[in-house]
Nanobody, 122 residues
């Protein structure tokens, strides 16, 4: 079972680090994607990291500001978000798929966790 955490209220220009953890399973064989959904908008793939950690992928909206990483020893995947903008306000969720993938399409992921709300506002 996946769980995203670390969301909260942050001012524009601020930073947050989201964590994706799993209970009852290890993440080291799974590629992980971060997705977000803002009110009234479709879900958007933000970033992904392969199970081996050797390749990452970012949406254009995240490039240069967000960094995905994983610590398989701690069974966690992080999404470091810097220079946050009001447009980044959304519920962020992580998802997993067994094997190697860099996909930013939610259709390619099999397991989803509950999201965490990120609000960027002054």
């Amino acid at each position: 079972q996946l769980q995203a955490s670390g969301g909260g209220l942050v001012q524009p220009g601020g930073s947050l680090r989201l964590s994706c953890t799993a209970s009852g399973s290890t993440l080291d064989r799974y590629s992980i994607g971060w997705f977000r959904q803002a009110p009234g908008k479709e879900r958007e793939g933000v970033s992904s990291i392969r199970a081996d950690g050797l390749s990452t992928n970012y949406a254009d909206s995240a490039k240069g500001r967000f960094t995905i990483s994983r610590d398989n020893a701690k069974n966690v995947v992080y999404l470091q978000m810097n220079s946050l903008e009001p447009e980044d306000t959304a519920v962020y969720s992580c998802a997993a798929v067994l094997g190697l993938s860099r996909s930013l399409s939610g259709a390619n992921y099999d397991y989803w966790g509950q999201g965490t709300l990120v609000t960027v506002s002054s």
